[in-house]
């Protein structure tokens, strides 16, 4: 089945009862037992409930995986992986990153016992020359937020299967229309759904998709454990938005394309950071592990400071200054103020991560329009 059959069909069937061409909203928090232990495969909502059923079956199939299993939010997905390990287990980072997925690592898990460990990984070899003994999870976001560097999942992989060392991409920013992780050797892929997948700006999700059935039994036992569960309705949200996950990614995607180049030539800006072009550093993997190059641009600008930055972010009409991503319409964001506060500055500018660094999330609409609503705010 190909992907676009998939968004549709894969994991879904017409309600029983009535059907219904749309899962329906199993709005319970419990289901009635003919007796004790004897029921239809549900028995408390926290542990199931069947829209939540039919949406994992869902996701396992747009990321080739044997299993999905959903939680309330990304950083809840994230969480429950981290509650997989234990003090004195190490992890790997990219050093470029989501600014709630560090602080999740930093703030919270470090008191712990867990440490990690923030690093280059756009060279494999500095990967594995960072392995030791306690490291048990290497965690990769690709296109990374919000420098858009990319990673090669396969080369990563390949060494941490030698060393016997898990590993988890975090695939927000392509979706799994653009890439697979678990095609390429990965042991976990994750998502927050809350952005392509969802794709409309109305829901909060996340999940962990695997082929690794003990990875996926622990996640089950966990979500139930833990109990970071979505909402019935937040399940529905996001089977609606999967429906259409392909045809809004590639329109993003060919949106992306135009902004990039003409924030290139643009004499404010001093440089664009979309693996799109030919002479962005990772652009021939991405051309190797993507199906395009996804919808996310950042930019800096000439006069590097927040004033600068501040009066474009403040000036655009079709551009929403908004956190989050991937949704129908174009968001405009400050990321060093905004979703990477909670990263030190001094880390950040390792990066390249500046004050004057905008990043937006292109959306669906008439890409002419967007570049008049850019040439605006820039001037």
Request: aromatic share 6%; glycine share 8%; proline share 4%.
């Amino acid at each position: 089945m190909k992907f676009g059959t998939k968004v549709i069909h894969a994991g879904i069937e017409p309600d029983p009862s009535t059907g219904a061409i749309m899962t329906p909203i199993y709005q319970t928090s419990t289901y009635v037992q003919e007796s004790p232990g004897v029921h239809k495969g549900f028995e408390y909502a926290r542990t199931q409930n069947p829209t939540r059923h039919a949406l994992q079956a869902n996701l396992a199939a747009l990321e080739n995986a044997k299993e999905a299993i959903s939680f309330a939010s990304g950083l809840a997905a994230m969480d429950n992986i981290l509650k997989m390990l234990k003090p004195g287990d190490e992890i790997i980072s990219t050093n470029d990153l989501y600014g709630g997925s560090y602080r999740l690592m930093v703030k919270v898990y470090e008191k712990f016992g867990l440490k990690s460990h923030f690093i280059d990984m756009s060279d494999a070899q500095n990967v594995e020359d960072h392995i030791n003994e306690n490291t048990k999870l290497i965690w990769i976001e690709t296109p990374t937020n919000p420098m858009l560097q990319i990673i090669d999942v396969a080369a990563i992989t390949q060494i941490a299967k030698a060393k016997g060392v898990t590993t988890c991409v975090d695939n927000t920013f392509a979706s799994p229309y653009l890439q697979n992780p678990l095609d390429l050797g990965a042991d976990m892929v994750l998502h927050s759904a809350t952005k392509y997948i969802g794709g409309h700006s109305d829901v909060i999700h996340g999940c962990v998709m695997t082929n690794d059935q003990a990875i996926a039994d622990e996640l089950k036992f966990l979500q139930n454990a833990a109990g970071a569960v979505p909402a019935p309705m937040d399940c529905f949200l996001i089977l609606r938005g999967i429906k259409t996950l392909h045809l809004r990614v590639q329109r993003s995607c060919e949106n992306a394309r135009k902004i990039a180049e003409y924030l290139r030539g643009h004499a404010k800006v001093s440089k664009v950071y979309y693996p799109g072009f030919e002479d962005h550093p990772g652009h021939d993997i991405a051309a190797k592990q993507m199906k395009d190059f996804g919808g996310m641009v950042s930019f800096d600008l000439h006069e590097n400071n927040y004033e600068a930055a501040e009066k474009i972010l403040s000036h655009t009409h079709l551009f929403s200054l908004a956190e989050s991503l991937g949704g129908v319409e174009s968001l405009i964001g400050h990321p060093a103020s905004m979703t990477h506060a909670s990263i030190p500055v001094e880390e950040r500018l390792k990066v390249g991560l500046t004050d004057s660094l905008i990043r937006l999330s292109v959306g669906v609409e008439d890409a002419d329009d967007l570049i008049a609503d850019l040439k605006s705010a820039i001037g």
